[in-house]
């Protein structure tokens, strides 16, 4: 069976891991290298003093990784929110027999 388009979209890149699991035992060697920027180790080195949460997010880049995680959630629950209410109208439209859409068929 396929696939539709945002899973092809947002899993693409996983396959490759996905089938090696499939054909044997994954190893580390299998998993992408992090960038030496993104390691936890160098993220956590500015921050590992800190006692308060504007003292993490100065001066590392987490602020910005996590900006970026939030953006992405806020639109992800947008769009779950958005669902109902835009089925309902569409409902709604293809209900009513004095649409444009309905006096074409």
Same mark, same amino acid.
């Given at each position: 069976?396929?696939? /539709?388009?945002?899973?092809?979209?947002?899993?693409?890149? =996983? $396959?490759?891991? #996905?089938?090696?699991? #499939?054909?044997?035992? +994954?190893?580390? !060697? /299998?998993?992408?290298? *992090?960038?030496?920027?993104? %390691? @936890?180790?160098?993220? !956590?080195?500015?921050?590992?003093? @800190?006692?308060? *949460?504007? /003292?993490?997010?100065?001066?590392?880049? +987490?602020?910005?990784? =996590?900006?970026?995680?939030?953006? *992405?959630?806020?639109? %992800?629950?947008?769009?779950?929110?958005?669902?109902?209410? #835009?089925? $309902?109208?569409?409902?709604?439209?293809? !209900?009513?027999?004095? $649409?444009?859409? !309905?006096?074409?068929?």
């Amino acid at each position: 069976h396929s696939a /539709d388009w945002w899973s092809v979209l947002t899993w693409t890149w =996983y $396959n490759p891991l #996905l089938r090696a699991g #499939l054909k044997r035992q +994954v190893q580390l !060697a /299998d998993i992408w290298r *992090v960038r030496d920027s993104q %390691t @936890c180790t160098l993220l !956590a080195a500015p921050v590992s003093g @800190c006692t308060k *949460v504007w /003292d993490i997010f100065r001066g590392s880049e +987490v602020w910005g990784l =996590y900006m970026r995680c939030g953006c *992405v959630r806020l639109l %992800t629950e947008m769009g779950t929110m958005s669902t109902p209410l #835009l089925l $309902n109208q569409l409902l709604r439209c293809l !209900a009513d027999k004095d $649409n444009a859409f !309905a006096s074409q068929g």
